[in-house]
């Protein structure tokens, strides 16, 4: 059987593995068959960056209460209960970081122009990086 740690580690690896498709996306499947013309990717760029900010705060936001519980003590990792909890709140905060990452997929689907995306892609590989189960942060045993 898996220890508590190991699961998180491969949950996390398996959610750097879906950034990673993110990346290849624009290149596989290919630009829009009429893609938008600069005013039109100027708005969806604007747009898809508030939503990939939003999405890069909710990220954070939701660490940060997890890690200012744990703090507290008003959550406490060893505890079995409280495991779905966190492991909840740590694939949340991870599907957020996928979530941007695949927002710069869509831009560059969108204006078929596949370099638009990686901006994207580094924010949310940062952000997940910065989200990894670490045992210092959110003290996990194994």
């Known amino acids: 059987m898996r220890s508590r740690g190991e699961v998180r580690w491969l949950l996390w690896l398996l959610m750097g593995a879906l950034l990673a ?3 290849a996306a624009p290149y596989v ?3 829009t068959p009429s893609p938008y013309g600069d005013a039109g990717t100027s708005v969806l760029t604007f ?3 508030l939503l990939a900010i939003t999405a890069a705060v909710g990220s954070l936001a939701a660490r940060e209460s997890l890690v200012r ?3 507290s003590r008003a959550i406490d990792p060893q505890n079995p209960q409280n495991e779905m909890r966190i492991l909840r709140t ?3 905060s991870w599907a957020l970081c996928a979530v941007v990452a695949w927002l710069g997929a869509f831009l560059a689907w969108g204006a ?3 370099p638009l995306a990686w901006p994207y892609l580094v924010a949310g590989a940062a ?7 670490r045992a210092a942060v959110f003290g996990f045993s194994r």
């Open 47 to 49: 747009v898809v960056s």
């Open 127 to 133: 952000l997940l990086i910065f989200h990894a189960p």
């Open 29 to 31: 499947v290919g630009p």
């Open 21 to 23: 498709l993110s990346a």
């Open 90 to 92: 740590l694939l949340g």
């Open 112 to 114: 078929a122009k596949p």
């Open 69 to 71: 519980g744990i703090a």
